[in-house]
């Protein structure tokens, strides 16, 4: 058969070998069915599978096919919307219980290379910018937060702070986190994969499930004809998993973000731009995000199409906001441009939680998909162990409807962005 190509992007072309791996044919019985190889399952099989579970995951298409090896790569700790938020709608019990673990997927991440020798470019240190006064009152708020938490490794950037950290004249101050980062994405799920893999899990692509039957063995039944009879099931499709659990895209909504890769800058005209080679992401409601590669390209990406897809043209979408940031880019060239979609919830809060007493679920990163998916599956791990009372902490999180159901939740959420993107201009 066929094989499902990753998307031709920078990441799949600077991807390491990885083999074909077999799509499921037949029966198979196993502890746990992963459905999903992105960050998601890929870590909550490898916690597993650590912890002496017989693991089968199954991917529609190739490991890290989705968000996962498309992102922007940078580590930012804590959620979308962040702790004080959640205190605020939930009472300060549960932020603290949130809190305390807003700073452990990076770790995760750390832990993973560090154990597994995963090759993935990880360089340390990430950056928030703001544009304006206001950006920057949050920021310093942000901070106080943060170290409320035990999170020490923050650095307030005044004006002329920031310019040392990033050559541009567009942002005003900043907050730099030594514990964030940035890495090669594709590469860290594909190093995840093959230490699932050295602890006998077994990987299938090319597997898409089309439907699964629940009850006291949950059977998952694949497009050709693959089978799986296992104990409990971990659902990580997230923005790929279209229908097959109409509860869980009920109250979600894909959106698409869009990235581009420059061509070869060289190290001194990369190190020009970002001397230390931090990330960076700024602080507007529709953000943008930058970060040099390992072989010094420019790497930017940003905006938001709700309810998924592409613009007609990504470089002309994305170049304009690259050379207002760095005009003295103009007119580089711009060697790959691609795609994905991650998946939005309306708190903007991740949705953790069980179907019956044997499927579980996580999904609606929101945007903060990289360290959360790593912290998600550690969390799923114990609850299948036993111990459930962190990821029963996520799970009391609600899951909102967008307003007008799946019909009018694009343009309705594309109204709110248009006037958070007013306030971000104006600085109010």
Partial sequence: MSRTP??????????????????LAGPVDTDVCVIGGGFTGLSSALHLAEAGYNVVLLEAARIGFGASGRNGGQLVNSYSRDIDVIERAYGSELAGVLGNMAFEGAEII?????????????????????????QMHELKAQKKLWERYGHEQLTLLEQADIRDVVKTDVYCGGLLDMSGGHIHPLNLALGEAAALEELGGQIYEDSRVVAVERGNKVVVKTADGGLVRSQYVMIAGNAYLGNLIPELAAKTMPCGTQVVATEVLGEERARSLIPELYCIEDCNYKLDYYRITEDFRLLYGG?????GGDPASIERFIRKKLETTFPQ?????????WGGDFLLTLSRLPQFGRIGNNIYYAQGYSGH????THLAGKLIAEAIKGQAERFDAFASLKHFSFPGGRLFRAPYTAIGAVYYGLRDKLGI
């Fill in 6 to 23: 990753h998307t031709r992007s920078y990441y799949a072309a600077s991807a390491h070998d990885s083999p074909d791996r077999p799509c």
């Fill in 303 to 307: 905006g938001v199409t709700y309810g």
């Fill in 329 to 337: 880019l103009r007119g580089v060239k711009i060697e790959y441009t």
């Fill in 110 to 134: 750390r832990q993973r290379i560090q154990q597994y020798d995963i090759d993935c470019a990880y360089r340390q240190g990430g950056v928030f910018a703001a544009f304006n006064a206001r």
């Fill in 369 to 372: 998909g990289v360290t959360t």
